[in-house]
């Protein structure tokens, strides 16, 4: 393994636990009913999951396509396949929890904490949960595509 796949991995890697506590912050904070300070923070969080999801797909697929194994293993193996679509669905989920976060900016300048109805804060909170469920079973995927589980061709 060179230095620079040793780099990429541990920058893959890092982003991935950062946007998984984003995310775990994201649910903490959208537990009760969000203060100013909590939605000041989720905003801050949601940036920073963000900025993490793009760079764990931007440093994941240059790996792919320079270290590891090979484009072609990647591109033939189950596991992988269905982390990138996985990834792509928690990415189509995360809009919602986002573009309701953004809404807030208007009531947060003023220094006020957002009025959020329960019921869209029990939608944000089932988001939340199906996204890190999502991250769960993107990591189940992970381990199996490092295996060579479910290669194909």
Not at 2 to 13: K, T, V, Y
Not at 129 to 149: D, K, S, Y
Request: aromatic share 12%.
């Amino acid at each position: 393994m060179s230095a620079a796949s040793a780099l990429f991995a541990f920058l893959h890697h890092a982003a991935a636990f950062t946007l998984v506590a984003a995310l775990v912050g994201e649910r903490v904070l959208t537990k009760d009913q969000v203060t100013l300070v909590d939605a000041r923070r989720i905003l801050d969080l949601d940036r920073v999951f963000g900025i993490a999801a793009g760079v764990v797909f931007v440093v994941g697929m240059v790996r792919v396509a320079f270290f590891e194994k090979g484009a072609t293993y990647y591109w033939h193996s189950a596991p992988f396949i269905a982390k990138l679509s996985l990834f792509a669905i928690v990415g189509l989920l995360s809009i919602y929890p986002t573009r309701t976060f953004l809404s807030w900016r208007t009531a947060l300048k003023k220094g006020e904490a957002p009025a959020v109805s329960d019921d869209r804060m029990r939608t944000i909170r089932l988001v939340l949960r199906l996204e890190f469920a999502g991250v769960i079973l993107i990591i189940l995927c992970a381990a199996l595509m490092a295996r060579g589980i479910g290669t194909f061709g």
